[in-house]
DNA sequence: GGTGTGACAACAA
DNA sequence: TTTGTTGCCACAC
């Protein structure tokens, strides 16, 4: 089955609350350099009953992925709110809130 | 194989 | 900052 996907949900999953990380680094955390696409591509395949962060997700500028006033973007934007994510014009500081794991976190993840 | 697509990214203006 | 262009890579036709 597929090994891809399964890295990639793995890598959101340990995205932590209140933080978000972007396309191109979870691709590059799981793994699979080069393949931000298909990170996108595989949260949209994310069956509902999962609990997976893929709200935590952005772009590598900050912006949220959908069309500004969207109704994916405006419930993505409420649950980043939750946790105190602060979302401006459907964008977020990456200077304040973008995830930065630490050398211990990554070889955990490398354990797998 | 060729071609088009996509919850992307880097870079130029 | 915003908008275009290009480069990417896995996939579905």
Do not use: C, H
């Not at 609990?51 to 006033?69: C, D, H, M, V």
């Not at 946790?83 to 964008?91: A, H, I, M, P, W």
Request: hydrophobic share 40%; glycine share 10%.
């Amino acid at each position: 089955m597929n090994q891809a996907l399964q890295k990639i949900w793995k890598t959101v999953a340990m995205v932590p609350k209140g933080k978000v990380a972007s396309y191109g680094q979870i691709a590059d955390l799981a793994g699979l350099p080069g393949r931000a696409r298909m990170v996108g591509k595989s949260l949209g395949q994310v069956p509902d009953g999962q609990t997976l962060p893929w709200y935590r997700i952005l772009r590598s500028n900050g912006q949220i992925a959908f069309p500004a006033g969207s109704e994916s973007a405006e419930r993505q934007k409420g649950l980043l709110q939750e946790e105190g994510v602060v979302v401006l014009n459907n964008r977020v500081r990456l200077k304040d809130f973008q995830w930065q794991p630490s050398l211990d976190e990554i070889l955990f993840k490398l354990e797998y």
